[in-house]
């Protein structure tokens, strides 16, 4: 048994005793919570992000420059760049691309910052209520969302069109969906979520003393707002709208349901169908090509967003906390605030929900009439429940759930954890590295997961459950990460140093310190991560095979098979599901809160 | 006993500028010693207070508890933390919120090296709360006690392990003034009882002197002075400890000569005799520290005492502070504001013309630089 003073002793890189101490700094890996695990813990992390983070974007950039299209075939060519870009296409694909993310973008936002200003800054009723509601949405994924719309707007015999025909007249049924505007709506509607939670702390964190001070000084309501309010957003604005710009270039859901029936193609439907061709193999280098033009545009939308995150972070410190921010008084205003709120809940959850439950429930589609209430049946349901392929999607879709949440989580905690705590400089690269997957789009990160795994056979995982949930490890580490690095922030630093110099390990420390105080944020995490792996579509939808079919694909089949009763049908069981899930994610966050 | 030799720890600040937050900081402390670092914020005490528990390593140097080295850059050696067997008490007493005081208390019994019988631990916990006097409150959770609770719990826990030496950082900081006298006595009571060697870091002066058997003034990485309390105070040997420590007024001047008990300081309008001091030479330009409550006030017109007794320097009153206790006040004196304190009966009027006695052996000289 070697002595503690024999364990000590650490070979100590080069610093001979005359060198001056600025120049010694091999010697920080000497680290409190035990040597080993000083420089082990961190270079393991750094190694296995640049293989989860940083090769999947290697691949296909790699891939996109192969004769072949495929990473690790030999020789070099630019004739799939030469291809893409000489065919006239391609800038009607661009330009339909940059309108659908851009649209909704600005569409999103502008409600949810409306819907944020009424419940963070005024004396609106109800606000409360909504605010615990917010995550409910999250229920609501946009490939939902999307179908939800397509039936209460089908042409003709869609509640709405019918609605609009019976008080406009014939020519107001005429509205349809199928077009760039209602893909806007529907994909605006689902960022609106995300966006509220970005802008709300940032509308609730406003001291108002600024504004007062700007009011003091003679300054009038506008300009006010104008030029001491909205300079503070402008932060946050910058950083949801670089965001969601990026999930806009290349999310599938509603390119998927809308834009493939009304012929409306954008980059993420080319690139889908490039990927399943009516015959023969797929023209892998084109879409590699495709793909690593988009991130060239990507990587500049990254930077602005470093950038806006960087400078939000530094306007946080600025406001401090125990003032109550002085609302804004609304006065007879206060039920139409109200109705609109109420209005943005019936077009986000209400009304695709009793869509999806009508349509689950008549025999057949023939949209909203009254005398199809006395052949509504279980029919769909009955139908579903007795095929195998559902059962098997949901033992696949709750296994990729489960595994993703706990790996995600995990690597999340030791990842966050070695940023926080670690005093190496170069930790600061973890986050960078963690943070990639952000700006790469899930269509394209299951792009790159094809294109790795269809050649690497020593790693059979290709058309199993497993390559999905990698690719929802993947995408969702950045959320992941930056949650749990709050969280970590949140433990004081001596609550670990007084269980060191109690004589815990690294892992005593971790497991019955670091873990027990995180709890709430772990629970919390391990339940969004379920919803989004058992929701997501975009990554699933580039990796499945007849094997590995998941809810959401299986549930798109059918819908794009003409099944739309038992489409809905699974939708309705998934937004219940999901719907009890986010309960529970926001019963624990208020229950953390109150703590 | 404790020892730290030569230690030294640079940071590199975000912009790339390098802090010396240790600069070769020295020290021995007798078994059963409390050691206080006494310095402002930054001065490197809580650095140094860090690298004895092994939570931050120092660029060089070499750190022994009792016969055992846990530090040594030239031999690389460094036990980690959890392996120093030393009992801390932080300044935010890091009680884990998650577990009830038993469980704090037991914790560092839990996770060392040996496995300790259920009953074994119980006894042990029994015993380091009875120390401080904290029987009765084993289930209470850690989130419901008081700021005083909070400190015992934390004391208890750094004793459970009966350790070899005990490092406190600033633990009367977070208590209202009334607590932070009573927790000062007790602290010390407990620890004076125990024996143990104990390394105290704290910016309070006062706190410094009431408990410490010896002090060690910190100013930019360096200990600067170090003695017992009383010697710190009576003797300061730089104008910062001087001015850290207690109040005091300086008066510049120049060294005229130095005999075996005195030495005579020309200041601004007459001259000053001070107590002597080594490493002078005549012709220097020197200060003299002289504190409020070492002087004596007054009235002009009122006969002198004895001749050839204290120092006497003529000046106007410009400004009387009564503060209850003491009467402060501000004398133009010798091209200087002193501060006087006198009895609070006493009072001077502003503009009065006054006479300012003050011992010689009360008067002490220090270099004017640093």
């Known amino acids: 048994m070697p002595t503690g003073d024999e364990r000590g002793r650490l070979a100590l890189a080069g610093a001979a005793d005359g060198v001056a101490s600025a120049v010694a700094l091999p010697e920080r890996r000497w680290r409190s919570a035990g040597a080993r695990s000083g420089y082990a813990l961190p270079l393991a992390l750094a190694a296995l992000l640049l293989v989860l983070t940083v090769v999947p974007v290697l691949t296909v950039i790699v891939s996109s420059f192969r004769p072949s299209g495929l990473p690790l075939s030999d020789g070099w060519t630019l ?87 019976s008080v406009f007249g014939e020519g107001a049924k005429a509205i349809g969906i199928y077009n760039l505007p209602g893909m806007i709506f529907v994909q605006g509607l689902a960022y609106v979520p995300t966006s509220f939670l970005m802008l709300a702390p940032a509308m609730r964190n406003m001291d108002p003393v600024y504004e007062e001070a700007a009011r003091t000084a003679g300054a009038a309501f506008g300009q006010t707002l104008r030029r001491v309010s909205f300079p503070f957003l402008v932060p946050a604005l910058l950083s949801v709208t670089t965001l969601l710009m990026i999930v806009g270039m290349l999310t599938f859901d509603v390119p998927a349901v809308i834009g493939q029936r009304g012929n409306v193609n954008v980059m993420s439907s080319e690139i889908f169908n490039l990927m399943n061709p009516a015959n023969g193999l797929p023209a892998y280098g084109e879409i590699a090509a495709l793909n690593s033009s988009l991130f060239v545009l990507l990587a ?73 209430f006395s052949l509504l049946s279980f029919k769909a349901y009955a139908t579903l429940l007795g095929e195998p392929r559902l059962w098997e999607g949901v033992v696949n879709s709750s296994v990729i759930a489960v595994a993703a949440a706990i790996a995600t989580t995990v690597l999340a905690l030791f990842v966050a954890w070695t940023i926080v705590r670690s005093k190496l400089r ?123 079919e998941v809810l959401s694909t299986i549930l798109y089949s059918l819908w794009d098979q003409g099944e739309p009763g038992q489409a809905a049908a699974i939708a309705v069981m998934l937004m219940l599901v999901l719907g009890g899930l986010v309960a529970a994610l926001t019963w624990l966050t208020r229950a953390g809160r109150e703590r | ?159 459970v392990m009966e350790p070899r030496v005990l490092l406190l950082d600033e633990p009367l900081s977070n208590l209202d003034a009334k607590l932070r006298e009573s927790m000062r006595l007790e602290l010390r009571r407990i620890q004076k009882s125990l024996g143990i060697t104990t390394v105290y870091v704290t910016h309070d002066q006062t706190e410094a002197l009431a408990m410490s058997d010896i002090v060690a003034v910190m100013q930019d990485g360096r200990i600067v002075q170090e003695g017992d309390p009383r010697s710190i105070y009576l003797r300061p040997a730089t104008r910062f400890v001087a001015e850290f420590i207690g109040s005091t007024n300086f008066i510049a001047g120049t060294l005229a000569r130095m005999s075996n008990d005195e030495a005579l300081v020309e200041i601004e309008g007459g001259s000053l005799r001070c107590a002597a001091a080594n490493g002078f030479a005549p012709g220097a330009r020197v200060l003299v520290s002289i504190r409020p409550e070492d002087v004596t006030l007054r009235a002009a017109a009122a ?3 004895n001749e050839g007794g204290p120092n006497r320097i003529r000046g106007r009153v410009v400004e009387e502070i009564f503060l209850g206790s003491l009467a402060d006040h501000v004398i133009a004196a010798a091209g200087a504001e002193l501060h006087v304190w006198c009895h609070p009966a006493s009072s001077f009027a502003p503009g009065t013309e006054v006479v300012i006695e003050a011992d010689p052996a009360r008067c002490v000289l220090l270099p004017e630089k640093a």
């Open chain 1, 79 to 165: 004739q799939h760049f030469a291809k893409v870009w000489s065919t006239a296409s391609t800038y009607r694909l661009v330009a339909d691309t940059l309108i659908f993310a851009a649209g909704s973008t600005a569409f999103g936002i502008a409600l949810a910052a409306v819907l944020a200003w009424l419940v963070e800054r005024t004396d609106m009723p109800g606000r409360d209520l909504f605010r615990a509601g917010i995550l409910m949405p999250m229920a609501t994924p946009p490939l939902l969302l999307a179908i939800g719309w397509v039936l209460l707007m089908s042409p003709s015999i869609g509640i709405i069109p019918s609605l609009l025909g």
């Open chain 1, 300 to 372: 500049v939308g990254l930077y602005v967003y470093y950038r806006a995150t960087q400078q939000s972070e530094r306007f946080a410190t600025i406001s401090g906390k125990g003032y109550k921010a002085a609302r804004f008084r609304l006065g007879r205003w206060r039920p139409v605030a109200a109705g609109f709120v109420a209005f943005y809940f019936a077009l986000a959850v209400v009304l695709p929900f009793l869509a999806l439950l009508w349509t689950s429930l008549v025999p057949y589609f023939a949209g909203f009439q009254t005398k199809l």
């Open chain 1, 426 to 548: 170069w930790v600061r690269i973890l986050d960078a590295m963690s943070m990639i997957p952000i700006s790469v789009p899930f269509l394209m990160m299951g792009v790159a997961l094809v294109f790795i795994f269809f050649g690497l056979r020593a790693i059979p995982i290709y058309g199993t459950v497993w390559i999905i949930a990698l690719g929802h490890l993947i995408v969702f580490l950045p959320l992941a990460a930056r949650m749990m690095q709050t969280g970590v922030l949140q433990v004081h630093r001596e609550l670990e140093e007084a269980a060191a110099v109690s004589g815990a390990t690294f892992l005593a420390n971790l497991r019955r310190i670091v873990v027990p105080l995180l709890r709430p944020t772990i629970l919390a995490l391990l339940i969004w991560l379920v919803v989004h792996s058992l929701r997501e579509f975009s990554v699933a939808v580039m990796l499945v095979s007849r094997k590995n």
């Open chain 2, 1 to 159: 006993m404790l020892l730290a030799d030569r230690l030294r720890k640079e940071y590199a600040l975000a912009d790339g500028r390098i802090v010396t937050a240790m600069d070769g900081v020295s020290f021995r402390i007798a078994p059963g010693q409390l050691y206080t670092l006494l310095g402002p914020s930054g001065c490197g005490k809580t650095t140094t207070l860090r690298s004895i528990a092994g939570l931050e390593t120092p660029d060089r140097g070499v750190i022994a508890i009792g016969s055992a080295v846990v530090f040594d850059s030239s031999k690389r050696v460094l036990v980690p933390a959890n392996r120093r067997k030393i009992g801390m008490v932080f300044q935010s007493y890091a009680i884990w919120p998650h577990m009830d005081v038993y469980e704090n208390v037991a914790f560092p019994l839990r996770v060392g090296g040996e496995r300790l019988r259920e009953a074994e631990v119980a006894a042990r916990v029994a015993k380091a709360l009875a120390t401080v006097r904290m029987e009765g409150f084993e289930r209470r959770p850690a989130t419901r006690l008081s700021g005083g609770q909070q400190q015992r719990l934390a004391l208890a826990r750094a004793l």
């Open chain 2, 303 to 305: 006969p002198a005492a």
